[in-house]
């Protein structure tokens, strides 16, 4: 059964300090893996998507990394910003492809000080 | 409207009862899931619908149960609640089975006591 955690729990920097949220998994048989951001009392919105053969993939202030061998992705944020407090989830897909039941990690949530 | 919403927003419910939560989504959307997210725990599937008329079980489907009579609603229903089952629930769609992005309502957060 896939595991994945997410540590720290939780993180406070101060404005303009650059972020760096791990994300671990225990089965390296992934499709891909998702960071998703989530604010207070809302859903989730999906912030970058890395196949399984891809190292990183980038979208403005945000990069993420995979290590599939090592069961390791990493989501960077530069400069962070206050708007950028929210709670930062990542989630797997396994294989086979046609296994569509994505594991989540239990979020890191993040406070960015002004 | 656009997107999922989800209703109610919060219900407090006394342990034994029933309760549905509802999940409406506008996007013409053909899968369509249901989790609940616990503190320290992420997020469960509880059961899916890879299109309107079948459903599927997720990791936590014990105590609850859907339907997908249509392709817009998929109502989750407990059908005697425990303090177990205290959570919040969040509907999600994809326009197909198997697509990465999926569309998240704004949660339910239920408390049973």
């Known amino acids: 059964k896939q595991e994945v955690t997410q540590i720290p729990a939780a993180l406070s920097v101060p404005e303009g300090e650059n972020l760096v949220l791990n994300c671990s998994f225990t089965?390296?048989?992934?499709?891909?893996l998702q960071w998703f951001r989530q604010d207070p009392g809302k859903g989730l919105t999906s912030l970058l998507l890395?196949?399984?053969?891809?190292r990183e993939q980038t979208s403005g202030r945000l990069n993420a990394s995979l290590d599939k061998s090592s069961g390791r992705s990493t989501l960077y944020i530069a400069a962070s910003q206050p708007g950028d407090s929210a709670t930062y989830l990542c989630?797997?897909?396994?294989?086979?492809?046609?296994?569509?039941?994505?594991?989540f990690g239990a979020g890191t949530t993040v406070t960015v000080r002004a | 409207i656009a997107g999922i919403t989800q209703a109610p927003t919060s219900q407090i419910l006394a342990a034994g009862r029933r309760m549905t939560l509802r999940c409406t989504q506008d996007?013409?959307?053909?899968?369509m899931y249901w989790y609940r997210q616990d503190l320290g725990l992420g997020l469960r599937l509880i059961h899916y619908?890879?299109?309107?008329?079948?459903?599927g079980k997720g990791e936590v489907p014990d105590g609850y149960s859907v339907s997908r009579a249509n392709t817009d609603d998929f109502p989750l229903t407990l059908a005697s609640a425990v303090p177990s089952q205290t959570s919040v629930y969040f509907c999600?769609?994809?326009?197909?089975?198997?697509?990465?992005?999926?569309?998240f309502g704004p949660g339910t957060r239920l408390t049973v006591l």
């Open positions: 619908s890879n299109t309107a008329g079948t459903t």
């Open positions: 089965d390296s048989a992934i499709y891909n």
């Open positions: 989630a797997v897909r396994p294989l086979p492809v046609n296994d569509y039941k994505l594991s």
């Open positions: 996007m013409r959307h053909n899968a």
């Open positions: 999600a769609s994809s326009d197909r089975w198997g697509s990465d992005t999926q569309y």
């Open positions: 890395i196949q399984s053969s891809q």
